[in-house]
């Protein structure tokens, strides 16, 4: 019975998965998991699955071809003068369409938006590894606390204890261990290397950028995060919001936060700068910033300022510096142009997307994702 219910289990997860892969699109454009998340897990809204099956009515009911009637007449018993008439009669008592929402392990998710995508592996930049220290019981002691007791050696020492001293009879097979026939498990601790990362995202708060533009940026990290935690050990998640000034803030207020000033997008540059000088040394951590605006800023010269960041300071330190111009009928869209004239396309380290809509999105993750930086 067990296996059959694994059984059924295991098919139950496969038709899902195969489901959410046809969807997948429709999930990352419209954002219907966010909001519905735990550590390591998500829910998804999928349309209910039943079993195909027989089903049979009851023996003294009529169906098709039994009871009254004749040859001709339609199904259902109508007036065939009456013809069709739609949205007549009482309200209904059946059923609609039913979603079944499903948990779904954010590990799973991430497969499949590789493979949606076709991403490739991230392989660390250089050594950049926390090591941390992991117990492991690879031996026995003689000596050791009682919750660390293996019975299974320690009655094993006395069998051999009592067989050897002429105690044990096979008539009367009782094994009492004494003092120097107890075994423990004892253990060793080894160094681990675990690859971490930290993704540092920056958005344009300023009067120009709305809900819409907001919620496209909330959808997009959510998938960024997934993916980056598939291939990371670690990951941390900071959070600075800007418009003539920048400021670090926490998850919710990054999303919720609506200025009316102007823009100067240095000021989250260097506030980037200053959060991975004093919390995240390069040789130890993998580096990504993210940053999203309608593209505007306050005037040239602080774009140059910002160039001059990256180019001579940000570029040194990260894995990849992503740009997503998220489009808004008030931007004028001319940081874009700036950062493209200046590294181009097909930098090493600097990728850039413009993301017109949510249709936008999934185009946008593989410019980010799809270099495997």
């Given at each position: 019975m067990s296996h059959q219910i694994r059984r059924d289990?295991?098919?139950?997860?496969n038709i899902v998965k195969g489901m959410i892969k046809?969807?997948?699109?429709?999930?990352?454009?419209?954002?219907?998991?966010i909001g519905r998340k735990g550590k390591d897990l998500v829910t998804i809204p999928v349309p209910q699955i039943e079993i195909p099956r027989f089903r049979y009515g009851?023996?003294?009911?009529?169906?098709?071809?039994?009871?009254e009637g004749d040859a001709g007449d339609p199904v259902g018993g109508g007036d065939p003068q009456d013809g069709d008439q739609p949205g007549q009669g009482e309200a209904g008592n059946q059923g609609g369409e039913h979603e079944l929402e499903v948990e779904v392990n954010l590990e799973e998710l991430a497969e499949l938006l590789g493979e949606e995508l076709q991403l490739p592996k991230i392989e660390p930049r250089g050594h950049?590894?926390?090591?941390?220290?992991?117990?492991?019981?690879?031996s026995i002691a003689s000596q050791g606390p009682n919750s660390l007791r293996h019975f299974k050696r320690t009655f094993k020492e006395t069998l051999k204890r009592q067989i050897a001293t002429g105690l044990y009879d096979p008539n009367k097979p009782i094994l009492v261990p004494i003092k120097k026939d107890f075994r423990y498990r004892s253990w060793k601790s080894e160094v681990k290397n675990e690859n971490s990362a930290v993704i540092i995202y920056m958005m344009d708060v300023s009067g120009s950028m709305g809900d819409e533009q907001k919620e496209i940026v909330r959808t997009e990290s959510f998938w960024i995060n997934t993916w980056l935690r598939s291939q990371y050990q670690g990951l941390e998640t900071r959070y600075i919001i800007h418009d003539a000034t920048a400021r670090e803030v926490d998850e919710d207020t990054f999303?919720?936060?609506?200025?009316?000033?102007?823009t100067l997008i240095s000021s989250a540059y260097k506030l980037c700068e200053e959060i991975i000088a004093n919390d995240y040394p390069p040789?130890?951590?993998?580096?990504?910033p993210f940053h999203f605006s309608d593209g505007d800023n306050w005037s040239g010269e602080d774009t140059k300022i910002c160039l001059d960041l990256l180019e001579n300071?940000?570029?040194?330190?990260?894995?990849?510096?992503c740009y997503g111009q998220v489009e808004s009928r008030y931007g004028s869209g001319q940081f874009y142009k700036d950062l493209n004239e200046t590294f181009g396309k097909e930098h090493e380290q600097v990728f850039l997307s413009r993301i017109e809509n949510k249709e936008g999105i999934l185009q946008s993750i593989k410019d980010f994702l799809g270099k495997g930086k």
């Open positions: 289990h295991s098919r139950f997860r046809q969807n997948l699109k429709k999930y990352i454009t419209h954002g219907e998991m009851d023996k003294e009911q009529g169906g098709v071809g039994q009871g950049k590894t926390l090591k941390s220290k992991v117990d492991k019981y690879t999303y919720r936060t609506r200025e009316s000033g102007g040789s130890d951590w993998n580096i990504y300071s940000l570029l040194k330190k990260v894995n990849a510096f």
